[in-house]
């Protein structure tokens, strides 16, 4: 029940709360847990996700669709955490849901449900201070997000603040897969390290084993968002393309595929000796 | 704007410059101190009041600043005539050529 990093590299996975369904996603969580994931972030579909690509923004839209709200994720969270005590937990959120439901509120049930972290997306470290005095109150592990262009004094900032890991962002732009990861990440893990010795996760367009062996090279995990999220589009039948649809069988199938991917994240030559 | 949940909620204005769920910091402070008070147009207000302006002074207010002239024809007859009433035409309404000939249905725009 800590945000801990036991496998090298530490895999952290993204999903989007109540996509396709708040039951798929719990059963998605603990498969993930299961095939290796350290940390499961739990997103809570927002409206206006300004940090996000088209995958999330699809299944943000789909769980809103639904109605899925704060208290139904931070509910999800204690069914997750009743059933796999040791995995990592954290809450990825913007500002304004848990601003709407009560900063106190929010903190109280979050720690009560057994979540070990939050994540704010758009909640700035210098803009921060209730935020983290809540976060301290509960003892929850508040974790900042930090970009290649955040100058040294945010940095430190954030690394002065942050319990649990620091969340490096290996690009600038918006979440979603891409080819070739930039030297940008390697850099800013490096600047981190200069104020912190918390382990680092870096995200944005990390995508498959290369991806996660190069970032297991210079930073302590990967995180995995869109292309989980993409993969339970795929895997479920109402938003799977056709040829999808034909060889699936039902949400179910989500679980499975999403086990099966995060296993082949960590080939063999993808453990570093560090 | 926003719902229960705090999902922003959709807007629509006829201009664009106000078709936005929020508002800034600034405004959002004048209006807690309650050192300004702020009041609303609709679209069709807004649109009338540009047509006014323009027939009746040769002045195109931006759509934007439609609305405040829009306000000030309904402040305007419950004041003496010695009252000072300003109204800020903080834009001009070239920019808004499409859309008014759009909505005022304009021949040959």
């Known amino acids: 029940m800590a945000i801990r990093f036991d496998h090298k590299p530490g895999l952290v996975i993204y999903l989007t709360a109540g996509d396709p369904s708040l039951e798929a996603t719990r059963a998605i969580a603990i498969a993930a847990i299961d095939a290796g994931a350290d940390v499961i972030e ?6 206006d996700p300004l940090a996000d690509g088209p995958v999330i923004q699809r299944a943000m839209e789909r769980a809103l669709a639904r109605g899925t709200r704060l208290r139904d994720v931070l509910k999800l969270a204690g069914e997750i955490r009743a059933e796999r005590p040791a995995a990592g937990l954290v809450i990825f959120s913007y500002l304004n849901p848990i601003l709407r439901y009560g900063l106190s509120k929010f903190a109280d049930e979050a720690a009560a449900f057994g979540v070990d972290g939050v994540l704010v997306t758009d909640l700035i470290v210098e803009e921060a201070d209730e935020y983290l005095a809540e976060m301290a ?3 929850l592990a508040p974790v ?8 040294d004094e945010r940095l430190e900032a954030i690394a002065t603040h942050s319990k649990g890991f620091i969340y490096a962002i290996s690009r600038v732009g918006i979440t979603g897969t891409q080819q070739n990861l930039t030297g940008d990440a390697a850099v800013l893990v490096a600047r981190i390290r200069r104020w912190s010795r918390l382990p680092v996760a870096v995200g944005f367009g990390i995508s ?8 297991g090279q210079f930073a302590d995990a990967a995180v995995i968002g869109s292309a989980i999220v993409g993969l339970i589009e795929r895997s479920t039948p109402e938003t799977g393309a056709p040829a999808d649809r034909s060889s699936s069988a039902g949400w179910e199938t989500a679980p499975g595929a999403v086990a099966r991917f995060i296993k082949g994240l960590r080939q063999p030559e993808a453990a570093p000796a560090r | 704007m926003q719902d229960e949940n705090g999902q922003i909620a959709l807007t629509h204005s006829v ?3 106000l078709d936005y769920a929020s508002i800034g910091p600034e405004h959002a402070a004048l209006h807690d101190s309650g050192r300004a008070e702020y ?8 649109l009338d009041a540009v047509v006014r302006l323009a027939r009746t002074e040769g002045i195109l207010p931006a759509l934007e600043s439609a609305h405040a002239v829009a306000e000030a024809l309904r402040l305007a007859p419950t004041m003496a005539a010695h009252d000072i009433l300003v109204v800020n035409l903080s834009g ?5 050529m499409g859309i008014l000939a759009r909505e005022l249905h304009l021949q040959g725009a």
Do not use: Y
Request: glycine residues 10%; proline residues 7%.
């Open chain 2, 39 to 46: 009041v609303s147009q609709d679209d069709r207000a807004a």
């Open chain 2, 92 to 96: 001009r309404g070239d920019k808004d």
């Open chain 1, 137 to 139: 109150r509960v003892g």
């Open chain 1, 144 to 151: 900042f997000l930090a970009a290649p262009t955040s100058p």
């Open chain 1, 208 to 215: 498959n084993s290369e991806h996660v062996a190069q970032v």
């Open chain 2, 15 to 17: 201009s664009a410059g």
């Open chain 1, 42 to 47: 739990l997103g809570v579909p927002f409206s």
